[in-house]
């Protein structure tokens, strides 16, 4: 039954591991900076969340959209019951590329 | 003949015009990000130089790349006798981006 499923946990690199222009092309597309920028200035978002703000980008794009930003470590993406939680590795990130998200999120 | 050729005068974007996503993207490939830190480090180059620093890399995979950074607004591409300089936009770019190729070129 769709109750009983068990939260998929997906992987999240160490930031230690992942290059800058991995990061700067994760946030190259308009709708993924849209989406860091939302979630900079709201805090964590569940996905359902995340993807209304986005409602004219088809649904497998905006999954892919999640994993690039993922894997680049720039989001965690967190089971919280039956939903899933969307949120900014900010700290992370400040520690890995200083003044980065800062310079990007303040244009 | 060859030597009377006209330099061949490119175009270069207002940087009023230019996406940050565009910037960003124009960063976000190794090679692209290598030579923008070199015209940082060292100053505007020929374009004989920069390619000298990226031998391994393609001829028409380098051209595609300094267009990519000129068209982003990075870079100039100027004739110079029967040369052609390029040279990072970086004051242009503090102005448009403030803040932004600092924290790039952080890392």
Redesign the interface.
């Known amino acids: 039954m769709a109750g009983d499923r068990q939260p998929r946990l997906l992987t999240h690199p160490d930031l230690g591991d992942v290059?800058?222009?991995?990061v700067?092309?994760a946030?190259?597309?308009?709708s993924r900076?849209a989406l860091v920028r939302e979630l900079a200035a709201e805090g964590p978002r569940t996905v359902e969340e995340c993807r209304g703000s986005e409602p004219d980008v088809p649904k497998s794009t905006f999954s892919h959209h999640l994993r690039t930003l993922r894997e680049a470590g720039l989001v965690t993406n967190e089971p919280l019951g039956r939903r899933r939680v969307v949120a900014l590795r900010r700290e992370e990130l400040e520690g890995r590329?200083?003044?980065?998200l800062?310079?990007?999120l303040?244009?």
């Open positions: 290059e800058l222009t991995t700067l092309f946030l190259s597309d308009p900076l590329f200083p003044g980065l800062d310079a990007v303040g244009h």
